[in-house]
């Protein structure tokens, strides 16, 4: 397993943790306590929180992405 981060929008606005396995990969990225929805388009997931939106790139082939607390996490199959 490997990890690095990255910033969600490319400034102070949250970080991004990404692990990498054999097989395939897993983005979490923790909110604080707040309700929203994440989605993925194109590469990007998209979380909204209230009317603030943050996106994040995605590398490969989503298989879940999900919400839970304020934590996003998104699996990415290899």
Known sequence: MSEYTQSIRGDADGVVRHYEYD???VLVADFGPVEGSVDVA???AI???GSDQHEFDVPGEIDRAAMNNGV???EVER
């Open 42 to 44: 194109d590469g990007t």
């Open 23 to 25: 097989d395939g990969d």
């Open 72 to 74: 996003v996490t998104v």
């Open 47 to 49: 979380v909204v929180i």
